[in-house]
């Protein structure tokens, strides 16, 4: 019988194969406690304030992608450098909470009179994973590693002050000191952002040339161990498109007040889903321990907060801000054609034209609609959320088409008899608006502005693009009217400088300008460039207001709406402090497992 | 025999050639290049953008960069992503055992489901059981396997018996040998069937299509006027010969197999090569995406010739060297 195995009755057989399998799979078990290593503690180990906890727990959390990298010098995305700060320090960080740079690897610093010299002290006693002593050694390798022509990466250009590299060199052992050519204020900050490479491990591969090679997905993969850093955890597994399994570093230079070393978790798992959606799937059915959740989402996973024992926190507005702009750009392409017509570029270099548009723009109402009161307008270039640098009295645009069309005839421009507006020479204005496709949320936006500025008599057509398209067009190819996108936002001002400053990349309405073109972009230019000179805080915020008042007065951007952030995380950890931005897990170290109930 | 295989592989070369050099044209005739993410980072530094732009040749025409990339292939290098910066090839083995257990299981399933419900749809022609696996058939082959897939996440929340996706549980590394393979074969259940289920109904219509040609034939009734049972006229007498489509058929499924799962293992978070080969897609990464697709047309190929020889082995009539 050749076909025997075709019968239903293997079929049946292999039916119940797949039944015990299932069963067996149902019975599997905990994770079982960390066996944790001892080790003397740093003499300059840090003692955490936060309250004492106990060891034990997993914590997981959940991303829509995964690191594409474990070397800092090749990482240019968010969720690689997340995972590299899991396991490297920087010198310095910020305290999301404190909402300023306090130390990491460095212990202290002092600044030297001209504001040029920045001398640092580091800690001492701190070893890598791997029982290493950390030195001095290690702080200048990395940045000799960061300035090597060999080995191009972002921070080489982030170093690079006044057109001049930054200057390191060794005082002693534990003393490292930095000069900038013209003094630097977001310096401390800055210098944070490159996690500290142990020089033990790379040097050889440095001299070979192959730095970049080092640490790629595949040592996660098959020799996790070799990711040596002096940070809370080390990396245990790592599995591409599943999961990430981190155990505490146990050579971590924090302590606890009772002595412990920290983190208390032990182990820290992130796993990788496709989408933000299968995200709060799994949070809401108790299966990850914290995720950010959208406005829209809110509702529905507060259902299940007593079933799975969690909570949905409100962070207050988001940190990033999004945008509707027009091309300002003079000149033509290398095709002969004016990037933007001569008669609309009149309309939106106008301040006037541009101020029309937004109080013509019902934003209130997108946020009732779209957003359903989870939401509030933005009036400024940086973010609510950014307590410490948002400028709160700023020129604000509200709803308020007569005042629009005030501001128009003021302009020259007049309705006519069919109740299309019309500028001076007599040309209909209608100009056209792109934006990438692939959210929800814009369609509604968009949709909301052209009937609003069809109230006006202003014709909009809109079109979506691709997101690489839409990219092209308004950083490369310059041929567009209109367009929408957002920015993420960080927490230092210094991070906006390339949408500031008018020699900026992004600064999207007019990039990449030899000189300043307009008395308020020479202004902001010279205000960013003072705040980043002064090493006085008060100063420098209110150099920053003041920048942030000529944004909202001349609109280069007309800003949308910002919506609320929420997270939502387990009640059994303790120790949570949510920060208005950033991760809500930043002192992941400091958390512990609270007694179930 | 051997003269056939190496013909076939000689054939397989300039079609290769011409796939890439089409793959190459249409990347860089798609908006947007690799570096457009990098672009809209406010603190990512314009020279290192530049420093980039020059590193993977962004700037040079296609064909440029074709002959580049031509000249490294030669030497058997494929490139490096320019996402992950690892070799190419390596990246693509990180994934192909995935995605070869998913597709072998759904072949498996289907051809186990479908022989036998053909057979027995074929020989109770028109009765209920007939009308009912139809049915089936045709609702199956025109469910969209990202839909059903969508489905079967939602059963696997609803009901919890199921994990709502991926191939292994949290706890995996933490289990013993046999728990870990019980935890494979429990995430492998939905994504095996969801796969496999368009598969199941067509070889089902082509096994009832030609089993009913076979019933009808001369040899049949030979055979049943020899005195044989029923049984064994129709498994031994009638399958035989009705497999054959199905054989040939099958050189197609490790194709269409790579393209279905390129959805169902983003719908479903499954590690595979349809993952990365869609993340590949949607950020440009060029020599992924040409490695990818020279990879499905290999594996199409393969497939084919694979069936060819079966085909060869299970029906006597065939010689190849004729060909």
Known sequence: MVFKFFIPTSLAHFLAAILLF??????????????????????????????????????????????????????????????????????TTYHPIKEKVVPELALSWDISKDKRAITMELRRGVRWSDGEPFTADDVIFTFKALFDQRYPNRYMGQYTIAGEAIEFEKLDRYTVRFKTARPYSPFLYVIGFIGILPRHV??????????????????????????????????????????????????????????????????????????????????????????????????????????????????????????????????????????????????????????????????????????????????????????????????????????ALELLRQDGFEPDQDGHLVDKKGNQVSFQVYASEGDDITPQILSTFRENMRDLGITVRIRYLDFGTLVARVSRHFEYEGAMMGFTGGADPSGGRAIYLSSGRLHLWNPEQEEPQTDWEARIDELVYASEETFDLDKRVSYVHQMQEVFSEELPLLYLVTPYAYVGLKNRWQNVRIPSMGSVIWNIDELYLGPEK | MLFFIIRRFVTMIPLLLGISVLVFVLMAIAPGDFLDVARTQEDIPAEYIERMEEEFALGEPWHTRYFIWLGNVVQGNLGESWIYRVPVTELLWQRIPATLVLSALSIMFALCVAIPMGVLAAIYKDSIFDRISSMFAYAALSIPEFFLALLAVMFAAQTGWFPTGGLSSVEHEFMSFWGRMADYAHHLVLPTIVLGMGSVASYMRIMRANFLDYIRSDFVTTARAKGLGEGRVMFVHVLRNAINPLVSASGFILATLLSGSILVENVMNYPGLGQLIFEALMRQDEFVVVAAVMMGCVMLMLGNLIADLLLAWSDPRIRLEKN
């Open chain 1, 22 to 91: 299932f069963a067996l799979a149902s019975c599997k078990g905990d994770i079982p406690p960390l066996d944790r290593e001892e080790h003397d503690l740093p003499r300059d180990a840090e003692i955490s304030r936060s309250e004492p906890g106990k060891y034990g727990g997993v914590l997981v959390t959940a991303e829509s992608q995964q690191p594409r990298t474990f070397n800092p010098l090749v990482a240019e995305d968010a969720y690689s450098s997340e995972a590299i700060g899991r396991f490297l320090n920087g010198l």
């Open chain 1, 202 to 403: 790379h040097f050889d591969a440095f001299e070979r040339g192959e730095l970049l090679q080092q640490w790629s997905m595949r040592t996660a993969m098959h020799a996790p161990r070799e990711l040596v850093g002096t940070g809370p955890f080390r990396v245990r597994s790592f599995r591409p498109g599943q999961r990430i399994v981190y155990e505490p570093n146990p050579h971590y230079w924090r302590v606890d007040s009772q002595g412990q070393r920290l983190p208390y978790v032990d182990y820290l798992i992130t796993r990788y889903v496709q989408d933000r959606n299968t995200e709060t799937v799994l949070f809401a059915s108790g299966q990850i321990d914290a995720a950010a959740i959208t406005p829209g989402d809110v509702v529905g996973v507060r259902k299940n907060a007593s079933l799975h024992d969690y909570t949905v926190h409100h962070r207050g507005p988001a940190t990033g801000i999004r945008f509707l702009w027009f091309n300002q750009k003079p000149g033509e392409s290398q095709a002969g054609t004016a990037y933007v017509e001569p008669h609309k570029l009149e309309w939106f270099t106008s301040r006037k034209f541009r101020q029309a548009i937004l109080h013509g723009f019902n934003r209130e109402g997108l946020i009732q609609s779209v957003y359903f009161g989870r939401a509030q307008l933005l009036h400024s270039i940086i973010s609510p959320a950014n307590e410490r640098w948002h400028n709160p009295d700023v020129p604000r645009y509200h709803y308020d088409p007569d005042r």
